[in-house]
């Protein structure tokens, strides 16, 4: 008895085709990656941060195009100058600074 159903499933498993295995395109596609980072009187972390960022992002393969947005929550402090300061002396389109007015600023993530 135990034979009959060995060979009975040996039988469906051998009639069973599965899909064809898709091969990968020739030409990966291309995306798209932004990395939000809030910044709030962050002067002492800021540059080291978005350079810690920036150095992970060159390590990306090159079908995967990286962005650094930094959101300024109407900081107080020299945030701001320092991360534009940054990005006069890196002068490169992988970082940019969304500075929120200050009147949405201080409201949290959400309203933004």
């Known amino acids: 008895m135990f034979y009959l159903v ?3 499933s040996f039988t469906l498993s ?3 085709k599965l ?11 291309q995306f798209k990656l932004y990395l939000v980072i809030p910044m709030l009187n962050e002067e002492h972390v800021i540059v080291s941060t978005i350079e810690a960022l920036l150095a ?13 947005v930094v959101v300024n929550d109407d900081s ?7 991360v ?3 990005m006069a002396h890196l002068s490169l389109n992988q970082l940019v600074v969304l500075d929120r ?4 600023a201080h409201q949290a993530k959400a309203p933004f």
């Not at 992970?56 to 650094?68: E, H």
């Not at 107080?76 to 320092?82: F, G, P, R, T």
């Open 14 to 16: 051998a009639s069973v």
């Open 101 to 104: 007015p200050s009147e949405q």
């Open 84 to 86: 534009s300061e940054l």
């Open 6 to 8: 060995y060979l009975l």
């Open 56 to 68: 992970q992002i060159q390590r990306l393969p090159a079908r995967i195009d990286a962005t650094v």
């Open 19 to 29: 899909p064809p295995i898709p091969t990968p395109p020739a030409h990966p596609q």
């Open 76 to 82: 107080s402090d020299n945030s701001l100058i320092l």
